[in-house]
């Protein structure tokens, strides 16, 4: 499994990955322990840390991750370790939030880390949890991402996750960075060209100079181009599903 974002270099995910992390960072209270599942590279742990004063764990299934981590990214209450997602080593109830992103789909096994998310939640705990919306990210019909062993539809991803936690809420990512422009404006006509085959492939500094003389925005992406939504035709039109799932009883 290895489909990890590069933080430190802008492309089509940033972006979205970034905005993940920007909304769960403003429940995290000052006395949250917090599990970051599937950190990766790290970055959004680190966010996290620096919300709390309590411990702040990033776990990845990745030795190499992990140790980049180590490196990358320090503060007093922080630490990685190498993790599997489906028998987590840490005692009931040990977390306040636990984040996992872009991370159920890569395991069979899904429904084990489910439920180690919420064995390892406090009771009034939170889990963060995003994951591709099958029709959108898939719409050939079959798994088109290598790594993705399985997606979901909303109502059969809704099912899941309702026979684990106690209070679900499914919200779609959605793309707005448009929204507000209108028909077809310079900023979508240009980003329209730019994503045409073989067009594509022209450097992204010249993409940059295009796309900020059109709408003022770097060509990718940005972590203020999405928002949330929680109306279930906006959501089913979604490529990503972001779940707020509550653990309310031992």
Known sequence: ??????????????????????????????????????????????????RTSRE?????????AVNYCRGAWQSPNLSYRVADGTALDFADGHFDKVVSFETIE?????ESMLGEFYRVLKPGGTAFISTPNFPISSPRGYIENPYHT?????????????????????????????????????????EWFFNQRVIRRLPISLKNRVSNATNGKLF????????????????????TLFCVCKKERD
Request: overall charge negative.
């Open 56 to 64: 702040v764990i990033g776990c990845d299934i990745s030795e190499d």
């Open 220 to 239: 990718y992406p940005q972590v203020d181009d999405f928002r949330l939504v929680l109306d279930e035709r906006e959501v089913e039109t979604c490529i």
């Open 106 to 110: 890569h395991t069979t096994e899904y």
């Open 150 to 190: 399985q997606e979901w539809r909303v109502d059969e991803l809704r099912s899941i996750l309702s026979r684990v936690f106690d209070e679900v809420t499914i919200y779609g990512q959605q793309y707005s960075r448009h929204e507000n422009g209108g028909g077809l404006s310079a900023g979508k006509l240009t």
């Open 1 to 50: 499994m290895d489909e990890r974002l590069n933080a430190r270099v802008d492309s089509p995910w940033r972006g979205e990955h970034f905005f993940r992390y920007d909304y769960v960072e403003r429940f995290i209270e000052p006395t949250d322990r917090v599990l970051d599942l599937a950190c990766g590279e790290g970055y959004g742990t680190y966010r996290m840390s620096q």
